[in-house]
C-alpha cells in the first residue's frame, strides 16, 4: 500500500482532469514515494508532539495546501511508526477539548529521518540528473 496524498496536478503544468489517458484515480491523486508519508510525518514531529489531525493539517500548510495527507494513509502510518519505535504517543485534550493521542518523536525516529531525508536528497539528485543531463550527454 502506497502513499496517498490530493494532488492538485493542474498547479504543476499537468492537466489531469483533461487527460484522455488518466484514469478517474490518477485525475484525483497521485501516488508518490513508498516511504514518503513516514518521512513527513516524522519531520512534522520534529516541531513537538502533535495529534494526528494537527499532523495533517501542518504537512498540508507547510507545502502550501500542495499534500493533503488522507485519514486513510496517516493513521496507519502513524500506527506503523509506533510499532517500529520512531514515534510514542500519549493521551491529552484537543483544542476542541476532545481526548486525543498525541504523537512524538523518538531518538530512533529521529536517526530514521536522517536516513530517509539522505535516502530522498538522493532520489531528487537522480532525478535531476535524467531531467537535466549534462551538455556532452544531451
Known amino acids: 500500500m502506497g502513499m496517498r496524498v490530493n494532488f492538485p496536478l493542474e498547479r504543476h503544468g499537468v492537466d489531469a482532469e483533461n487527460d484522455s489517458m488518466a484514469t478517474n ?13 513516514d518521512m513527513l ?15 495533517a493539517r501542518r504537512i498540508q500548510q507547510v507545502s502550501r495546501d500542495a499534500l493533503v495527507v488522507e485519514e486513510g494513509s496517516l493513521y496507519p502510518a502513524l500506527h506503523r511508526m509506533e510499532r517500529r519505535g520512531w514515534i510514542s504517543h500519549e493521551w491529552g485534550l484537543s483544542e476542541s477539548n476532545r481526548r486525543a493521542k498525541y504523537y512524538r518523536l523518538t531518538a530512533p525516529g529521529r536517526k530514521q529521518l536522517t536516513a530517509e531525508k539522505k535516502r530522498w536528497n538522493r532520489f531528487v539528485d537522480a532525478i535531476a540528473e535524467v531531467m537535466n543531463p549534462t551538455r556532452a550527454e544531451a
Open 25 to 37: 484515480n490518477e485525475r484525483k491523486k497521485t501516488e508518490l514515494v513508498q516511504g514518503t508519508l
Open 41 to 55: 510525518i516524522l519531520r512534522t514531529l520534529t516541531a513537538g508532539k502533535m495529534h494526528g489531525y494537527a499532523i
